[in-house]
């Protein structure tokens, strides 16, 4: 079975300030999936950004990059420039490749910034 | 379309009670997923539908739980006999069965058991 693990509880950072969040998971397969959800006060989980293990490069969303690790199992977000906006719970999240492609999800960041 | 819509969106039931909420996914997915998120922590996979069907089921939905999708369209989540450990937020998301597709959520049920 996958796990899924955040560390870091709770973060605050100033705003326009960069922050990381760590995530490391553990797995036996080889083709996955790491995404990293965003989940406001509203409430609705929302895409931040995604990594096919199978590619080398880190997956980049304006802002927001990944430091994938492969060997490692770890899969840091980075968040650039950070915005009062970016408040939020953020979620790291691993998805094997085919079959019920559900997602097995870590305990998860409360993220604040601060103005 | 405006995304995946749930309903209620709260609900406070005595224990007891059974309570029964509603997922309408996005119209093209064929796949339809049900989370349960407790208060810390991260959504934790309960079952998913393919179509109709009810292809994998958790060790965490017990007997008490039943999940259906007629007609492969609006799902329901039916808990009989709620507990105080029902307490939770239900999350639901749909994706279209490709290889690389992403999964949409709602907004949730949050379910409160007193």
């Known amino acids: 079975a996958q796990t899924v693990t955040q560390s870091q509880p709770e973060m605050s950072v100033q705003e326009a300030e960069t922050v990381t969040l760590s995530c490391t998971y553990d797995?036996?397969?080889?083709?996955?999936?790491l995404f990293w959800y965003k989940q406001p006060p509203s409430r609705q989980m929302i895409l931040v950004i995604r990594?096919?293990?199978?590619?080398?490069q880190n997956a980049t969303e304006n802002r927001f990059s990944v430091n994938f690790q492969k060997a490692a199992k770890s899969f840091s977000l980075k968040i650039s420039d950070s915005q009062l906006g970016d408040t939020a719970m953020y979620f790291c999240?691993?998805?094997?490749?085919?079959?019920?492609?559900?997602?097995?999800f870590g305990q998860g960041t409360r993220l604040t910034i601060n103005p | 379309d405006t995304g995946v819509s749930q309903d209620p969106r709260h609900k406070i039931t005595k224990r007891g009670q059974n309570v029964t909420f509603r997922c309408d996914p996005i119209?093209?997915?064929?796949?339809l997923y049900w989370y349960r998120q407790t208060l810390g922590q991260g959504p934790e996979f309960l079952t998913y539908?393919?179509?109709?069907?009810?292809?994998?089921k958790s060790r965490l939905l017990s007997d008490r739980f039943s999940a259906e999708r007629p007609k492969g369209s609006f799902s329901t989540l039916e808990i009989q006999r709620t507990e105080q450990g029902d307490s939770a937020m239900y999350l639901c998301a749909s994706s279209l069965s490709l290889v690389d597709t992403e999964a949409f959520f709602g907004q949730g049920t949050r379910l409160t058991v007193v």
């Open positions: 999240a691993f998805m094997k490749q085919g079959g019920a492609q559900k997602l097995v």
């Open positions: 119209s093209e997915h064929n796949r």
């Open positions: 539908f393919q179509n109709e069907a009810q292809l994998e």
């Open positions: 990594q096919e293990a199978y590619k080398q």
């Open positions: 797995t036996s397969e080889n083709n996955y999936y």
